[in-house]
Structures are given as C-alpha cells and as structure tokens.
C-alpha cells in the first residue's frame, strides 16, 4: 500500500491526537483517586521586623495556636539576608517559651493607684480612656491662647512626649500630628538626644545627620574606624558586613578602652583611657588637618 504526504499527515496525527487523549483520560483517573492529606498542624507565617536594635534585620514568625513555634530569618530581606542574631533568634520567648505563654509577659493593663502599694488588673477601654481624659484635662488646664506679647499661640507647655527610636516614619508622622493638633511644642525623640553629635556633625559634612548610607554600602568602605561601640557583639549582622568589607582589603580600626570582640578583629586597635573619647578624636583632627 502507497502513502501519499498528506495521508502520512492524516494518520500521523490520529494516531498523536489518540494517545494525547489516553494519557489525559489516565491522568484524570489518577488525580481522581489521590486523596486529599490534612496538615495535623496547620502554621501560619508572616514576616516582621527583629525589635531588639537598630540594624532592622527581617525575620519570619510561623505560628500555630495562637503560640509562635519558629522565628528564622527572612532570606528576602536585604540587611541580614537569612541571618539571624542571638537576639533575633530569642524574638519567640518574648510570646511563647517552652510551647507555653511566657509567665512575664504582660497581656493586660495594670494600674497602680496613687499611694497605692499593689497594682489593679484593668481593661485596655478603661486605660484609653483614662489617659485621654487625663491628657485633655492637663491640656484644657494650661491652654495657652497668647503669649506675653499678645500673639495667638494656642499651645500648652505643660505635655511633653518623648518618641522611641524603633518607631518608623509613618508612626513617627502620626504621632507628631497628634501631638501639633493638641498644641502640644515639645516633641523630642531619643534619637536625636542619643545622636546629637553625629547629627550636627554629618549635617555640616554631607548635609543631613545620620544615619547617611545603608548598612549594607559597609562592605564598599576602603576603611572603617569603630569607636564607643563593640559591634562585633552588639550589632553583630551589621559586623557581617563590616567583615565581608575586610574580605576585600578594608582595613577595620578600633578605639576602645577595652580589648573586645570587635577589637579583637581590628587590623589597628587603639587602647584609650576611658573617658578620653572627644581628646582623642580632636587629637586625630588636629592631625589630619
């Protein structure tokens, strides 16, 4: 028998549209028969920050009946890459320690009288409440309209609020806009007392106070003087990077009266006598310049 081209082409692709069709008839069955397989312990996961410093590493919290079974860290995340410190690591005792409620966290409000010698269980409607009374009642009390030269202020100086150096920019946005529609003018954050230094000094240098680069742009450093911190035990992913810098032919320097972690490290370490911070930075300046 004698083929031409287009009944080689015909039989071709009966023959290919039959078997497409057995294996898809045999795969529907086989999907049919598998069954489903329940998780005994459903977990849930969700990302977050590491509160315990500044270096903002990311981590992922899995949890499971309300209780948090792993903290690891976030392999997406751009500072820590995965990594996790100590620290970081023990974000799960803060909830949850031996699969148990930690017994010194607290979940509810206490309330401690004036002249009272124990503290009240209360719930969190009562605390808001009473703070926000209390804070209208001082304000309402020391309402400043004008001042001494008749001059429409509207404030009061009676409030102060100190702000927190974990906060980020949209809580620290919100808060200050409470704290303006209150009239309250003192508005101070840790931060800025904790820096004040390095602020007037990077603003006169680059522009703006700190922080000025990213803790990653570490390992581009040709050089990196460490002094009044052992990073190396206090920040250690942000000395990951610092060591990867090294890697590359950077040279770490260390001031500090003692001999620590980070010192240890250091390809010049400079023992000062404690409490000779300023002197022995001026003295570096008077050098250089």
């Not at 903290?71 to 997406?76: A, W």
């Not at 508005?187 to 820096?195: A, F, H, Q, T, W």
Request: proline residues 4%.
């Amino acid at each position: 028998m004698r083929f031409s081209r287009r009944d080689f082409i015909k039989l071709s692709g009966a023959t290919v549209g039959g078997l497409v069709l057995s294996s898809r008839t045999t795969a529907v069955a086989l999907a049919q028969r598998i069954r489903p397989f329940p998780l005994h312990k459903p977990i849930s996961e969700a990302a977050t920050i590491c509160c315990f410093c500044g270096v903002g590493c990311g981590a992922i919290v899995a949890a499971a009946d309300g209780r948090v079974v792993n903290v690891e860290g976030d392999p997406d995340h751009p500072i820590n890459q995965g990594a996790l410190c100590s620290k970081g690591m023990a974000m799960a005792q803060l909830n949850t320690v031996d699969g148990e409620v930690n017994p010194y966290r607290l979940t509810n409000v206490l309330y401690r009288a004036p002249g009272s010698d124990g503290w009240e269980e209360k719930t969190w409607d009562w605390a808001i409440g009473e703070i926000a009374s209390r804070i209208k009642a001082t304000r309402d009390a020391n309402w400043i309209e004008e001042d001494a030269g008749g001059h429409k202020v509207e404030r009061t100086e009676a409030i102060a609020a100190l702000g927190s150096v974990f906060i980020n920019s949209q809580e620290a946005y919100l808060l200050t806009k409470l704290l303006r529609a209150l009239g309250i003018v003192y508005n101070e954050n840790e931060s800025r007392i904790c820096v004040t230094s390095a602020v007037a000094a990077g603003s006169e240098s680059v522009g703006r106070g700190p922080m000025t680069n990213h803790w990653i742009d570490l390992r581009n450093s040709d050089c990196i003087m460490v002094i009044g911190s052992n990073a190396a035990e206090t920040f250690p992913i942000s000395f990951k990077w610092i060591t990867r810098a090294m890697a590359q032919g950077s040279k770490l320097i260390v001031v500090d009266p003692r001999v620590t972690r980070t010192a240890s490290q250091a390809d010049i370490y400079v023992p000062m006598r404690g409490g000779t911070d300023v002197a022995c930075v001026g003295g570096m300046i008077n050098y250089v310049m």
